[in-house]
């Protein structure tokens, strides 16, 4: 098995890849030989990205714009790699945001701004991919949910939402594509000390009244087994497993990546 784990001269789209949890991702597949395309909103950083990875090779990356929530610049963005590459094996739907505030304190345009990128995100970066993947005989769809998947947490109304509605729409690209060899699965990291989350820490800590260390120690990382940040490499060793997985075995599933705070 560990043999065929590989992504060598793979087709790969990995959106908010800049940074972050989508970085490492790029990174682990660049450095396993996959021909990448840093899908994001800023592309001057995409292409900084890219450049700088294809140096580090043995893969190759491309830098592509993508606003995810925007049908025609997912469907360029995606063709544009298709007259690169003239293929895509894998998509890696990792773009999102997070707005935390007390239900009754949520706006309408915030939580459907959250739900666009994460939902209409995932939606219509699969709908353009699928048909690539389906004219190659397979491929591999990844979102990127959360513990929050299956879990909730006070404060993320939208964002438990967006990410509980991931594992739906994996599951029905997993029952569609199953017969064409698409596999499509969540990736359901615990806390990871990205942006994101550095942004959050302060915020619930104004919002919840305590201070910022208890919003770590007790909010954010309260029930794993050892008090650790879940760190983006751990993220990106089972995004790659999931991309280069051999067969359909493994399709339609969610994976905790969690130091134990959520357990399946």
Request: aromatic share 6%; charged share 20%; proline share 2%.
């Amino acid at each position: 098995m560990t043999a065929s784990l590989s992504l060598k001269d793979k087709v790969c789209i990995i959106t908010g890849a800049a940074s972050g949890i989508g970085l490492a991702i790029a990174e682990r597949y660049v450095a396993d030989g996959a021909r990448v395309a840093i899908a994001d909103l800023d592309l001057a950083a995409a292409e900084a990205t890219a450049a700088k990875l294809t140096k580090a090779g043995p893969g190759q990356a491309i830098g592509v714009a993508m606003n995810v929530t925007d049908e025609t610049m997912v469907n360029d963005g995606v063709a544009a790699v298709v007259a690169k590459w003239g293929r895509v094996d894998v998509l890696v739907s990792n773009a999102g945001i997070q707005i935390v505030h007390k239900l009754e304190d949520f706006t309408f345009a915030d939580w459907k701004k959250l739900l666009s990128i994460h939902l209409d995100g995932a939606f219509l970066t699969s709908k353009a991919v699928l048909p690539h993947m389906y004219k190659a005989g397979g491929g591999s769809i990844i979102f990127m949910g959360s513990v929050h998947s299956h879990e909730a947490s006070a404060l993320k109304s939208a964002y438990v939402t967006a990410k509980h509605g991931l594992l739906g729409l994996a599951r029905v690209i997993a029952k569609e594509g199953g017969t064409q060899g698409v596999r499509a699965n969540v990736i359901c990291p615990g806390f990871v000390r990205t942006p994101l989350v550095e942004k959050q820490i302060p915020e619930q800590a104004k919002t919840l009244g305590i201070s910022e260390k208890e919003v770590v120690e007790k909010v954010m990382l309260g029930e794993t087994v050892d008090k650790e940040f879940t760190t983006v490499e751990d993220v990106a060793e089972v995004a790659h497993l999931f991309a280069a997985f051999p067969s359909n075995a493994l399709t339609g599933q969610s994976l905790v990546v969690s130091h134990g705070w959520f357990m399946q």
